[in-house]
C-alpha cells in the first residue's frame, strides 16, 4: 500500500468534519490497541511491568484522524513501507554485511560535521572491519541545490568506499512525508520546534525502513558524531557476550540517538512505531516506549562509550550543542571477551544486584550481604576456553569499603551435575586479591587444562558488604573438543 501523500492528507481532511466524535474516538483507541498488540503477540509474551508503560504512552492525546490512512499499512508492522528511494551515490549492496551504519542529515544553519563522521567510520576500522560494515546517508533535507553539493562533496572525498560498496546516499522526496505543519505542540514545545522535531521522527522512520534487510545488525549514529578505533570489533564483541539473553537495543553512547543498536529484524517495527507517533515526542522518547514495549525494562548501556559527540551547533536553528559524553574512550581499549557462561553463588543478595550484573560490560554490579569464609561467586563457561587474561575489580567509587577484603581467584576443570547445578570438581588457584581488585595475564602459559569454570572464592569472614563492579575475561583461542 502506497505511502500518505499529500492529496490523500487533504482528501482526508475535508472528509473529517462529516466523521462523528465518536467514530473518531474509537478509531485513535483501535490503532493504538493493534499497535500494542501486534507488538505483543509478535515477542510472545507480555511482561506485567509493561502494563503500566502501555498506560502511559496511551494517555497521550493521539490524533487518529492523520493516521487513518496509514490503517491497513500499520497494522503489519513487520512489512517494509513502500517508499521510493533516491540513490544519489552507490548502488544497492551486492551482500548482506555483518553491520549497518546509518546516518541522517540535514542543512545547518551553522556548522557542518558529515564529512568528518563519514570519515571518522572509516578512519577508525581495519582493512577487516570494512568488508563487514555498511555505511547509509540518507540526505533528508528539502533543498535540492544543498543535497546535491554534499552529494558531489561526499563522492569526492569517498569514492573508493563508493565503488566497494561500503558507503550509499539516499534521498526520500518531499511528497512521501506526512503533514509537518500545524502539529500539536506537545510539552508546549514551539511550532518550528515541533515541525523539527516531527520530520526528524520521519526522517529516521524512512532510514530503518532502507536498512532492514542489508545486514544483521543496524547502529544509528547522529551526523556529528566521532567514532572509537576498532569500535566494530567492540561491539561484536558485546554482541557475542549477550548470545542467548534477550536484548532489543544495546546503547554505546549515553547521547542521544548515537550508538544504539538493534537486530536489523526489529527495523521495520521500529520504522513504523516512529510513523506512528512521529507528532507525539523526540525520538529519542519515543526509543525508550520502544524498547519497553518489546519486554526489554532497563537500559542497557556499554562503557567505555564507542561513540562521541562532537558538533558545537545543533541541527535545529543552529543552536550551540556542547554535550559531550565523558565515558568516550578514542583510543583502542581492550574490551573483555566474557564467553557465555552459568552464574551462581551461595551469598545472600542484596535485592536486584544478582550474580549477572557483574559478568558483562554494563554499568552495573553484584552486591551480596557480608560474606563469610567459603562463600563464592561461581562462573561455569558454556563451553571448554582457553584464557590469556583475567581482571576483576570490587568496590565502588562511593562505596570504596564494599571490596573483597580477603579472596582468592581460581580456575577448575571435569564439570559435574545436573545444567543448573554444574560445577567443577578440581581446581587450580591463580592468586589473591589485593585492595579488592585481582588481575593476570598470560593465564594460558600457566593453566595446562581448558577451563570450565571459575570462582571468586572469601578466604576470611568480613562485617563490609561485597560489590563484586566488574569480571573481565579474554580469551586466547578456542580449545578443541
Not at 24 to 49: A, K, P, W
Not at 232 to 258: C, D, H, N, P, Q
Request: with cysteine.
Amino acid at each position: 500500500m502506497q505511502f500518505l501523500t499529500r492529496h490523500n492528507l487533504k482528501h482526508f481532511d475535508k472528509m473529517r468534519c462529516l466523521r462523528k466524535r465518536s467514530a473518531v474516538s474509537f478509531l485513535g483507541i483501535l490503532v493504538v490497541c493493534l499497535l500494542f498488540m501486534n507488538l505483543y503477540i509478535e515477542d510472545g509474551y507480555v511482561l506485567e511491568g509493561d502494563k503500566q508503560l502501555i498506560r502511559e504512552t496511551a494517555t497521550h492525546q493521539l490524533n487518529p484522524e492523520r493516521y487513518a490512512p496509514n490503517f491497513k499499512d500499520l497494522s503489519n508492522f513487520s512489512g517494509s513501507i513502500n517508499i521510493s528511494y533516491r540513490y544519489l551515490a552507490g548502488t544497492p549492496l551486492p551482500r548482506k554485511r555483518y553491520l549497518t551504519i546509518g546516518l541522517s542529515s540535514v542543512k545547518r544553519k551553522k556548522g557542518n560535521y558529515l564529512l568528518e563522521t563519514i570519515k571518522s567510520i572509516f578512519e577508525q576500522s581495519s582493512y577487516e572491519e570494512l568488508k563487514e560494515i555498511a555505511v547509509v546517508v540518507q540526505l533528508a533535507d528539502f533543498d535540492s541545490a544543498w543535497c546535491e553539493g554534499m552529494v558531489q562533496d561526499i563522492s569526492q572525498k569517498f569514492a573508493h568506499h563508493i565503488i566497494a560498496g561500503r558507503l550509499i546516499v539516499i534521498h526520500v522526496p518531499e511528497d512521501y512525508y506526512p503533514v509537518l505543519d500545524g502539529l500539536k505542540r506537545n510539552y508546549n514545545d514551539p511550532e518550528d520546534r515541533v515541525k523539527f522535531r516531527s520530520k526528524q521522527n520521519v526522517d529516521y522512520a524512512f532510514l530503518l525502513n532502507f536498512c532492514a534487510n542489508l545486514s544483521d545488525y543496524y547502529v544509528m549514529l547522529e551526523d556529528d558524531v566521532r567514532c572509537s578505533k576498532n569500535f566494530l570489533t567492540a561491539v561484536k564483541k558485546v554482541i557475542t557476550s549477550r548470545e542467548g539473553s534477550y536484548w532489543v537495543t544495546l546503547e554505546f553512547s549515553k547521547l542521544g540517538y548515537i550508538g544504539k543498536l538493534y537486530h536489523s529484524h526489529d527495523l521495520p517495527r521500529l520504522a513504523h512505531f516512529l510513523l506512528m507517533f512521529y507528532q507525539e515526542m523526540p525520538c529519542d522518547w519515543l526509543l525508550i516506549h520502544f524498547r519497553g514495549l518489546l519486554a526489554q525494562k532497563e537500559v542497557i548501556r556499554f562503557k567505555p562509550s564507542l561513540f562521541q559527540h562532537m558538533g558545537y551547533y545543533s541541527s535545529y536553528k543552529g543552536a550551540e550543542n556542547k554535550l559531550k559524553d565523558d565515558d568516550f574512550e578514542e583510543e583502542s581499549f581492550d574490551i573483555p571477551d566474557n564467553p557465555p557462561a552459568n552464574l551462581h553463588t551461595n551469598m545472600n543478595v542484596f535485592e536486584n544486584y544478582e550474580a549477572s550484573k557483574a559478568y558483562s560490560s554494563i554499568d552495573e554490579y553484584f552486591w551480596g550481604k557480608a560474606p563469610s569464609t567459603g562463600d563464592f561467586y561461581g562462573i561455569v563457561f558454556e563451553k571448554p576456553i582457553k584464557i590469556s587474561k583475567i581482571k576483576v575489580i570490587t568496590g565502588t567509587e562511593d562505596r570504596q569499603n564494599d571490596i573483597l577484603h580477603h579472596g582468592a581467584l581460581e580456575v577448575g576443570e571435569k564439570i559435574v551435575g545436573s545444567k543448573k547445578g554444574r560445577q567443577c570438581t578440581t581446581y587450580l588457584r591463580l592468586g589473591e586479591f589485593k585492595n579488592g581488585n585481582f588481575e593476570i595475564t598470560d593465564v594460558e602459559h600457566k593453566v595446562l587444562f581448558d577451563i570450565n569454570c571459575m570462582r571468586i572464592l572469601v578466604t576470611k569472614s568480613q562485617k563490609e558488604w561485597l560489590i563484586i563492579r566488574s569480571i573481565s575475561v579474554w580469551t586466547s583461542q578456542t580449545p578443541n573438543q
